[in-house]
């Protein structure tokens, strides 16, 4: 079956430019998480989603940094005004909810110059 | 907030031999506690997970086991194979559901033949 689904796969983009890196989780999966990761560092998580509650967005590093979820499936993290300490592989997963395993996508490279 | 402390960040071993990574956590609360195998771009995947009413847990070559009291969990490897070799992640769940997974920075294991 299909799994957690990111596009696009890598990005290059000018320092200052918008950027926009999409989520397909696997069908049914109401939980729907984002994180970071640098080189040489963990997985940085930065926002979570379950079903129609109100995101936990504790995660954040900046106002720069922004995610929806539309319908309930795709999502969308939106980063602002880019800088280089931005630049790292982003992550999304899915899950079919409390305490039940993350599944991950392959991620965004994101390469800001 | 959670915070998952994890050990060594690289180990080298020879094919058959065992290994051994160690993570502590801090929040006394965290329940659910997975560990993710990453391959070179790949995003991580479950490979066992453990629950805090569980002191152990065995999945063919691979253990995990849980001590509450001190806060620390451990992956076992036996029989290792070269195949083994990967980024491997702790993770420890936190946030008000329980659900948002908090990650240890990752250790390197290269298994040599």
């Known amino acids: 079956g299909a799994g957690v689904s990111q596009s696009p796969s890598n990005k290059v983009t000018e320092k200052g430019k918008d950027v926009e890196l999409r989520c397909d989780p696997i069908s049914g999966h109401t939980a729907l998480y984002w994180y970071r990761q640098s080189l040489g560092q963990g997985l940085e998580f930065l926002i979570y989603?379950?079903?129609?509650?109100?995101?936990?967005k504790s995660g954040l590093p900046s106002d720069r940094f922004s995610a929806e979820r539309t319908g309930g499936s795709v999502s969308t993290l939106t980063i602002q005004r880019t800088q280089q300490e931005d630049s790292a592989v982003y992550l999304c997963a899915s899950s079919l909810g409390e305490g039940r395993p993350l599944h991950f996508g392959n991620g965004t490279r994101l390469t800001v110059t | 907030g959670e915070n998952v402390e994890q050990h060594p960040s690289t180990l080298s071993v020879q094919e058959g031999d065992s290994a051994v990574i160690k993570c502590t956590y801090s929040?006394?609360?965290?329940?659910?506690f997975p560990w993710y195998k990453q391959e070179l771009g790949k995003g991580p995947q479950l490979i066992i997970d453990?629950?805090?009413?569980?002191g152990e847990k065995k999945d063919q070559r691979i253990a995990v086991t849980l001590n509450k009291t001190a806060k620390h969990f451990s992956l076992h490897i036996t029989e290792t194979q070269p195949e083994d070799s990967a980024v491997y992640f702790c993770?420890?769940?936190?946030?008000?559901?329980?659900?948002?997974?908090?990650f240890g920075k990752g250790t390197t294991l290269s298994v040599s033949s």
């Open positions: 453990i629950r805090s009413n569980v």
């Open positions: 993770a420890a769940s936190w946030g008000q559901a329980g659900t948002a997974l908090i």
């Open positions: 989603f379950q079903g129609n509650s109100a995101p936990d």
């Open positions: 929040d006394s609360a965290s329940n659910y």
